[in-house]
Each structure stands twice: as C-alpha cells, then as structure tokens.
C-alpha cells in the first residue's frame, strides 16, 4: 500500500503556570486561619483520588505540612470510588503508585471500604461517605478540576466528585452512577457538606501541558461555586485536535493514566459513547496500545472501531468490567476489531477511503498530550489557517518494523 504522507503540526497552548506549587498552596492554607472550629490535636482526613495530577506528592506533602503546621493530626485518605478493584488494599496500592506514601508525605495512610449513609436525594440515591472520613475530626479534600468524560453541567470532575463519589468509596460511587452523576453530584454534595465535618477543598486546574495553572481553596460554603468557576477555566485550558472532520484518527495509546474513559471524549466526541451530534467527526478510529499505568483496566476501548491483538493480550477483565459495571457505561468496553499488528489495523483503516491521495488522518499520542500531533497533506490547508499552529513542511511516510508496528 502506497502510506499518506504526514506532517507535524504543533498546537500553541496557553502554558501559564505556577513556578512554585508549594508555596501557593501554603499561601492557600493561611486562609484557614478564618476557620475557627479547628482545635489541636484533632484527626484530620485527606483525601486523595486517583487521578495523576502534576506535582500530587508535593502538592499532598505541603498539604499535610499545613495541617501539621496548626497543631493538627493528619491522615491520608483514599477516595477513589471502585477504582484499585473496589479494595482498601488496592487503593492503598494506587497511592503508592503516584507517590503517595507515610514516609514521602509524612502522614499515615488508612484505607478502608467501609462507608455510612448520610442522607437521600428526591431521586432516591443513597448518599454515602467514607466512614474513616466521617468519624474524623475534618475533612479535607483535594482534587483537579476539569472536564469529565461521561457528565456535563456546571459542576463536573473537582471537589464535589471527590467529596461524593471518590469519598463515597465503592458503594457511593456505584449509587451515584446509578442514579445519573449529572442530576446527582451537586445535591449529594449539599447533603455531604451539611452532614460531615468538611474543613476545605483544594482545587487544583492544569494547563495543556499538564502544569498547575491554579491552586484555589475553597470552604464548605463556596464548595460548589469554587468547583463552577474553575471547570470554566478548565474548560478554556483543555487540549484538543483543531480538526472536525477526519476519515481516521489513529491514537497510539490509550489508557486510565490518560483519561479516566481511557479515552477522553472530551478530544474524540461524546457521539461514540452516548450518541448524539457526530462533532467532531472522527469516522474510523484506531488505538493502537494500551498504556502500562492501567495495569489491564481497558475501559474505554469500546470507543475504537479497530485496535490490534497487543491491546486485547493486555486486557485485565476485572478491572476493566467493574469500571464499567460502576459507571454503568456498557458500551465503554464493547470491543472493537483487532487484527494483528499496527500494519493491519491501518492497511483496513485506509482500505476504506476512496481517495489515498486526499485522505484526512491525524495521529495523536493519546488524548491527553496535544501539543504535537501528525496530519496528512489534505489536512494542511485549514492547518495554516488557524493561529497558534506551526506546520513541519517536512514531510514523513508512514513506517513499520519487521513485526508490523509502527515506528
């Protein structure tokens, strides 16, 4: 087969950022000196959810400085929903992960899956938090806030969902889910708010390029103001392909380091997971690999329309069924084709365009990492067009090695 060209386009994001996280945080923390309910000595939970934030070891650390700093016992708390097999063991074992241990943040680390019930919404959801969390003295909460990949509204992935999803543990996020994230998150944070002894928020915004662009505490009263406000920043921040219409879009990895849909819909299109307006338009997409930091949770993968038999022989189906069973989104892992290499996957993918010499493919890294990103000839003339993009007029064919995988 006669490969497309493609070239380099590098997309200008706004690359604001902190130079010195721990000091914005410390400097956060000192509004807590408002606070006058907090006395010495008393437990403190922090809690931490899965997701990779930059700089979360010393973003955490500093946090636990504070805390110390005001007399306070801090422990870490994992908040992490189903996520490390719906287990106490597992979610220790996440943190680890990210870094997150007693000794690289100075406090001790508990892990359970016990929760109690704090109340219902006039749906009937059950609303649930962590019982380690509850029988604390307060509660602190630190999050990113950004976009999610299954709800849309004004508050989405930040401190509500940490406070009543990741806190909710298994059971909570299960009952949330159930009921519709959407309707469901701001109200069980009221109740949460109301019921359970919540100190702080630590809202955390990144840019393009994942540095932290803003640290923002927020008190229970502003919780859900402070989560609006910075998921409209987010939204300006996030990255994304400046192109609508594509005959493939072939995504070397793909993975829950990436996205938590381990594809972010928010870059490929909700059409391909919950219907709708097909915008943008992507009509074959590929995934070529699943990365190593999902250890097998492959969630997502029902997004692709081909993918190669190296993705399926790392599919854990435990992980990823009970994601899948928790959000209840069935189509996320509904497999798609998988023939044997990157060569095959391809040479299927463009076998069904009519025209090779005007073919509209991009390759992408994943969904999370934007700012480079490669575009076949046809695509070059609505790519100049656009500020803040920079066009390799160097062209390169598409190249495999003798197992067929692409270079």
Same mark, same amino acid.
């Given at each position: 087969?006669?490969?497309?060209?493609?070239?380099?386009?590098?997309?200008?994001?706004?690359?604001?950022?902190?130079?010195?996280?721990?000091?914005?945080?410390?400097?956060?923390?000192?509004?807590?000196?408002?606070?006058?309910?907090?006395?010495?000595? @008393?437990?403190?939970?922090? $809690?931490?959810?899965?997701?990779? #934030?930059?700089?979360?070891?010393? /973003?955490?650390?500093?946090?636990?400085?504070?805390?110390?700093?005001?007399?306070?016992?801090?422990? /870490?708390?994992?908040?992490?929903?189903?996520?490390?097999? $719906?287990?106490?063991? +597992?979610?220790?074992?996440?943190?680890?992960?990210?870094? &997150?241990?007693? $000794?690289?943040?100075?406090?001790?680390?508990?892990?359970?899956?016990?929760?109690?019930?704090?109340?219902?919404?006039?749906?009937?959801?059950?609303?649930?938090?962590?019982?380690?969390?509850?029988?604390?003295?307060?509660?602190? /909460?630190?999050?990113?806030?950004?976009?999610?990949?299954?709800?849309?509204?004004?508050?989405?992935?930040?401190?509500?969902?940490?406070?009543?999803?990741?806190?909710?543990?298994?059971?909570? %996020?299960?009952?949330?889910?159930? =009921?519709?994230?959407?309707?469901?998150?701001?109200?069980?944070?009221?109740?949460?708010?109301?019921?359970?002894?919540?100190?702080? +928020?630590? +809202?955390?915004?990144?840019?393009?390029?994942? @540095?932290?662009?803003?640290?923002?505490? %927020? =008190?229970?009263?502003?919780?859900?103001?402070? !989560?609006?406000?910075?998921?409209?920043?987010?939204?300006?921040?996030?990255?994304?392909?400046?192109?609508?219409?594509?005959?493939?879009?072939?995504?070397?990895?793909?993975?829950?380091?990436?996205?938590?849909?381990?594809?972010?819909?928010?870059? #490929?299109? =909700?059409? *391909?997971?919950?219907?709708?307006?097909?915008?943008?338009?992507?009509?074959?997409?590929?995934?070529? !690999?699943?990365?190593?930091?999902?250890?097998?949770?492959?969630?997502?993968?029902?997004?692709? !329309?081909?993918?190669?038999?190296?993705?399926?022989?790392?599919?854990?189906?435990?992980?990823?069924?009970?994601?899948?069973?928790? %959000?209840?989104?069935?189509?996320?892992?509904?497999?798609? /084709? $998988?023939?044997?290499? !990157?060569?095959?996957?391809?040479? %299927?993918?463009?076998?069904?365009?009519?025209?090779?010499?005007?073919? *509209?493919?991009?390759? &992408?890294?994943?969904?999370?990492?934007?700012?480079?990103?490669?575009?076949?000839?046809?695509?070059?003339?609505?790519?100049?067009?656009?500020?803040?993009?920079?066009?390799?007029?160097?062209?390169? @064919?598409?190249? =495999?090695?003798?197992?067929?995988?692409?270079?």
């Amino acid at each position: 087969m006669n490969y497309p060209l493609m070239y380099r386009i590098r997309q200008r994001f706004d690359t604001t950022s902190i130079q010195d996280v721990p000091d914005a945080v410390r400097r956060e923390f000192s509004r807590l000196d408002e606070r006058k309910n907090v006395q010495p000595g @008393q437990r403190v939970a922090v $809690a931490v959810g899965s997701r990779g #934030i930059n700089n979360l070891r010393t /973003i955490v650390a500093t946090v636990v400085e504070c805390i110390r700093n005001m007399e306070l016992e801090p422990f /870490i708390l994992p908040a992490m929903g189903s996520h490390g097999g $719906a287990t106490g063991e +597992g979610q220790a074992a996440l943190l680890n992960e990210l870094g &997150i241990t007693e $000794a690289s943040v100075n406090a001790p680390i508990i892990s359970t899956m016990e929760v109690i019930s704090v109340g219902r919404l006039n749906s009937g959801a059950e609303v649930f938090i962590s019982k380690d969390a509850f029988e604390a003295d307060h509660i602190v /909460i630190i999050n990113r806030v950004k976009p999610h990949t299954l709800l849309r509204g004004e508050v989405e992935s930040g401190l509500c969902k940490l406070l009543t999803v990741g806190c909710g543990k298994h059971k909570g %996020a299960l009952n949330m889910h159930k =009921f519709g994230l959407a309707p469901s998150i701001t109200p069980a944070a009221r109740i949460i708010l109301e019921k359970a002894p919540v100190l702080c +928020g630590l +809202g955390i915004v990144e840019n393009a390029l994942e @540095q932290v662009h803003t640290v923002k505490l %927020a =008190f229970p009263e502003r919780f859900i103001d402070v !989560d609006k406000e910075l998921l409209r920043s987010a939204r300006w921040l996030l990255p994304r392909i400046p192109l609508d219409d594509l005959d493939i879009l072939l995504v070397d990895e793909m993975g829950k380091n990436i996205s938590g849909a381990g594809i972010d819909p928010n870059v #490929i299109g =909700f059409w *391909r997971r919950e219907g709708g307006p097909r915008k943008p338009d992507y009509r074959t997409l590929i995934v070529l !690999d699943l990365t190593p930091q999902s250890k097998g949770n492959a969630v997502g993968i029902g997004m692709a !329309d081909l993918t190669t038999r190296r993705v399926i022989d790392k599919v854990d189906l435990k992980p990823t069924y009970t994601n899948a069973i928790t %959000a209840g989104v069935w189509r996320g892992v509904r497999f798609p /084709i $998988a023939l044997e290499n !990157d060569k095959a996957v391809i040479e %299927a993918a463009l076998s069904h365009v009519l025209d090779l010499d005007h073919v *509209r493919m991009a390759r &992408i890294l994943n969904t999370l990492h934007l700012e480079d990103f490669w575009a076949t000839e046809a695509l070059l003339p609505e790519l100049r067009e656009q500020e803040g993009l920079i066009v390799d007029e160097t062209p390169l @064919q598409l190249q =495999f090695d003798d197992e067929g995988r692409l270079r």
